[in-house]
């Protein structure tokens, strides 16, 4: 049969990367020869073989070209001894024979270890078994997956256990503690206290195809409240702490399963590190309520642990160290014999860590007689990571208060009073607080005044009696905490101030009224004219109004209200003072004409309002129109209440105003309202819709063909184009599909002007933005010219020049100039050489003219003659051919 070069790379190569010694043994195998070969066919196949391991070698870096290297070495020497022997078929089978003669006392032996060390669990995991075949390349992984059969070993496929609870190492400790208390073996049996039947957690479904227990938020609430309604006890007191533990945790993210689990994996683990049989582990696994199934498989699923046979004793002392098992560690401690060499330095751990122990906790006692709460707790948490198991570590924790809480504040804001903090520095969590509220001092504890609040939240709010001087203190508590010391506030006292003051100037009186807290003793009313500032004029005042009745028309009046309270001791107490202004004058009539019409100034796009008139308006922009109808007087708040004022400078134009505003986008409506003594009245309203105007328009002039382009605003989707040229204009109405790369129009000589606007279409209609304009200039007039002698011998060697000059098109008003330029250079302009002629008239097509100039005398070869117009600006001169312009 033919050779397979992939088939072996994958059945012999790739598993002999794993090897760390010799080669294996079996011939046969490494070669792969079949039964049934014949001598040809041997030999063929050897070829191939060895073919192969060259071309792999030759990458010597990798592991697979190391294997080949080591076969080839190997091969050599074996034809070296066997020679031609190795393409006879009875050499190979003699080599086969000899090699199972060989693995039978090896195969035997790894028989009777499987039996041993795993036939107590009676399960094998594929892992487990990788890692006996990789140590024994001998037998094989087939014979290695044999001889566990023949063990008695189910092979299983091992699961991943959790390695840690998901708590913190205090909450972790003060959970087993509350279980011990409650009489709850574990996690498991606090949430289903009355579980009658084996359950499985290491798989989702137990041997009877009964589904996995329910470990969840529900779970745990049910289980909360048949605690809360159990009468009291020791062991409900303890289940109620841990359902408690169970519940913060799951409040943050704990998977209540993987604890479970995790439990049941740290107490079978610490009876496998004790030193356990196998077969006793599953017993008890078995009888903390796993199924026999789930519990072989958890037992067979055990990472090699601490305390495991392979472990030496002072390994087993270091790592409870680290792990935070002090107890454990002096345990494994005092099992470590005095003779053994490293008993000096592990023994010096233990007490270094049993020192830094007792100081912490010398110092949380120190800080909590201090008061310092958070400090205490902070140092009994540094104290549980080295000896978590220590469950009183966890009471004391429990026993001390919260730290109180942090940068408490108390501020008045009207009628009431806005309180904030900080959370406490503390692990603890479900933090409850409790806002209370005295007379005068501090509350010193959770019971003592009045209570503003219990909550969760960092803030509360308070309406205490007004004129009275309060404090308050927040006090912090959590599940199976003391309540914490107090953290107070400053002093603080209500005086609210008059509030919906509204003043109604008119031409001969103003009314003022207002709203006072029901606290208030009165109101007291004062007046200033033309200032807010100064000792001003007791105005009477009635209940919650007055009328006062000297006033000065037009004139700016300030009236300044302060409620008064009366204290506890009788005496009176000020409230913040409100200042209010009216200027008292007749009554305002209705705008009836405003409008708005888009305009552009200086290059910017605004909105021109004008109405007639010249009293004060104020003008205010809102989506949607006024409820009010025109001609109503409402309060100055409530206009103001209206929409977004619409800025700019009013300027008077022939008796009425003029107001420029920017112009936003989109549709709005615009309504004036003239403000007078008893208010502001409602005026006629204008709608005007504005779209967004495109940006950077250009105009690009290609002979008789004028291209425009221009960006989008994205809510634009058409656009408005005017073309303007002397010819006449031209509209159109292009899309976004339309417009591709730009919008092209006919130019002639005369140019034209370009406007673009923007067309929006919404809810509200058709809005068109201001345009934006580009101009593309005329083509200039051209004036050509020629300079030549009169006709005739006599005129050869004459100065005199004959200017012959014609036009295109009409030029008035035309100004030519003829200048010699000595040099090779031709002059660019008429300032580059010597005045010759000046001529000057009209000119029109089909009619030239001429005139005369006179070269100097002094001119010599080589110089330039050439013509400029001066005026115009929009006429050029033509040149005739060089050999006429250039006297050489």
Same mark, same amino acid.
């Given at each position: 049969m033919p050779f397979d070069p992939v088939g072996y790379e994958r059945d012999v190569l790739k598993p002999l990367r794993k090897l760390l010694g010799a080669l294996p043994g079996d011939l046969v195998a490494r070669y792969a020869v079949e039964p049934g070969m014949d001598a040809a066919q041997l030999e063929r196949h050897l070829r191939a073989v060895r073919a192969l391991w060259n071309r792999k070698q030759a990458n010597g870096q990798t592991s697979l070209g190391r294997v080949c290297q080591q076969l080839i070495s190997a091969d050599e020497e074996l034809k070296r001894t066997a020679g031609a022997r190795m393409t006879d078929p009875a050499w190979w089978r003699e080599q086969a024979r000899g090699y199972e003669g060989r693995l039978k006392p090896q195969y035997e032996q790894l028989v009777r270890d499987l039996r041993a060390s795993y036939g107590g669990g009676g399960r094998v995991t594929r892992a487990q078994l990788d890692l006996i075949a990789g140590t024994r390349a001998e037998l094989g992984a087939d014979r290695v997956a044999r001889a566990a059969r023949e063990a008695g070993l189910t092979v299983v496929d091992g699961v991943e256990l959790p390695t840690e609870p998901g708590l913190d190492r205090t909450a972790w400790a003060d959970l087993r503690e509350q279980l011990r208390t409650a009489q709850a073996p574990t996690v498991v049996h606090l949430l289903h206290p009355n579980l009658g039947r084996p359950f499985a957690l290491v798989r989702r479904f137990d041997v009877a195809g009964m589904p996995a227990l329910r470990l969840d938020a529900s779970t745990l609430s049910a289980r909360v409240q048949e605690a809360e309604r159990t009468a009291d006890s020791p062991a409900v007191r303890a289940r109620k702490a841990a359902l408690a533990i169970l519940r913060t945790g799951a409040d943050r993210g704990l998977d209540l399963r993987t604890l479970a689990l995790f439990h049941l994996v740290e107490l079978v683990r610490t009876m496998r590190d004790a030193g356990m049989p196998e077969a006793l582990l599953v017993t008890e696994a078995t009888g903390l309520g796993l199924t026999k199934d789930d519990a072989g498989l958890l037992v067979a699923s055990l990472p090699p642990g601490r305390g495991g046979a392979a472990a030496r004793p002072a390994d087993?002392?270091?790592?409870?160290?680290?792990a935070g098992e002090l107890a454990a560690a002096r345990s494994a401690l005092a099992g470590l014999p005095?003779? /053994?060499?490293? #008993?000096?330095?592990v023994s010096a751990q233990v007490a270094a860590a049993a020192d830094r122990l007792a100081t912490l906790l010398r110092e949380a006692q120190a800080a909590a007689t201090a008061g310092r709460d958070g400090d205490a707790e902070r140092l009994l948490r540094e104290a549980a990571t080295i000896d978590a198991a220590d469950g009183t570590l966890a009471t004391q924790l429990r026993r001390l208060p919260v730290a109180a809480a942090l940068d408490v504040t108390a501020s008045v804001a009207g009628g009431t009073v806005r309180l904030a903090w900080r959370a406490p520095l503390s692990g603890a969590t479900d933090l409850r607080y409790r806002v209370l509220r005295a007379e005068g001092r501090v509350p010193a504890h959770e019971r003592d005044g009045v209570v503003v609040a219990d909550t969760a939240a960092a803030r509360a709010e308070d309406t205490p009696p007004v004129a009275r001087r309060v404090r308050y203190a927040v006090f912090v508590t959590a599940p199976d905490r003391a309540w914490s010391r107090a953290a107070g506030t400053g002093e603080v006292e209500l005086l609210p101030p008059v509030v919906d003051?509204?003043?109604?100037? #008119?031409?001969?009186?103003?009314?003022?009224?207002?709203?006072?807290?029901?606290g208030a003793a009165r109101v007291r009313v004062t007046r200033t004219v033309g200032r807010p500032q100064g000792t001003g004029t007791a105005v009477e005042s009635a209940g919650s109004s007055f009328t006062d009745t000297d006033v000065t028309e037009g004139v700016e009046h300030f009236y300044a209200l302060t409620a008064i309270y009366r204290a506890a001791d009788g005496t009176e107490r000020h409230a913040p003072t409100v200042v209010g202004s009216v200027?008292?004058?007749g009554a305002a009539t209705a705008v009836e004409d405003l409008a708005a019409v888009p305009v552009t100034v200086a290059g910017r796009p605004l909105l021109r309002l004008s109405w007639s008139g010249d009293g004060e308006v104020v003008v205010r922009r809102a989506d949607t129109a006024p409820g009010w109808p025109v001609g109503q007087t409402i309060e100055i708040n409530t206009m103001r209440g209206y929409g977004w004022p619409v800025p700019g400078h009013r300027r008077l134009v022939d008796g009425g105003s003029v107001l420029d505003t920017d112009a936003p986008s989109?549709?709005? &409506?615009? &309504?004036?309202?003239?403000?007078?003594?008893?208010?502001?009245v409602v005026g006629r309203p204008v709608t005007i819709g504005l779209s967004t105007p495109v940006r950077g328009l250009r105009a690009r002039r290609s002979g008789d063909r004028v291209v425009l382009s221009w960006e989008w605003p994205d809510e634009v989707g058409l656009a408005e184009v005017t073309w303007t040229t002397p010819d006449g204009t031209e509209t159109r109405q292009v899309s976004r599909a339309q417009y591709a790369d730009g919008c092209a129009f006919p130019v002639g000589a005369g140019g034209g002007t370009a406007e673009v606007r923007g067309v929006s279409v919404g809810s509200h209609g058709r809005a068109v933005s201001l345009p934006v304009t580009a101009t593309v200039g005329g083509l200039p007039a051209r004036v050509g010219y020629t300079i030549g002698r009169r006709p005739g011998l006599r005129h050869r060697l004459s100065r005199q020049r004959i200017v012959t000059v014609s036009a295109d098109r009409p030029c008035a008003g035309l100004e030519l100039v003829v200048v010699l330029a000595p040099g090779i250079v031709m002059p660019s302009t008429a300032a580059h050489g010597t005045?010759?002629?000046?001529?000057?008239? /009209?000119?029109?097509?089909g009619a030239p003219a001429t005139f005369e100039l006179e070269l100097p005398a002094s001119a010599r070869a080589p110089y330039w003659l050439r013509c400029f117009v001066t005026r115009p600006a929009d006429v050029v001169a033509v040149d005739p051919p060089i050999n006429e312009l250039k006297v050489a």
């Open positions: 087993r002392v270091r790592e409870h160290l680290a005095a003779a /053994d060499p490293e #008993h000096a330095a003051v509204l003043l109604l100037g #008119h031409a001969d009186h103003v009314v003022g009224s207002w709203q006072a807290h029901p200027v008292p004058r989109g549709h709005f &409506v615009y &309504v004036p309202f003239a403000v007078g003594g008893t208010g502001a005045e010759l002629a000046r001529w000057t008239g /009209d000119l029109t097509p």
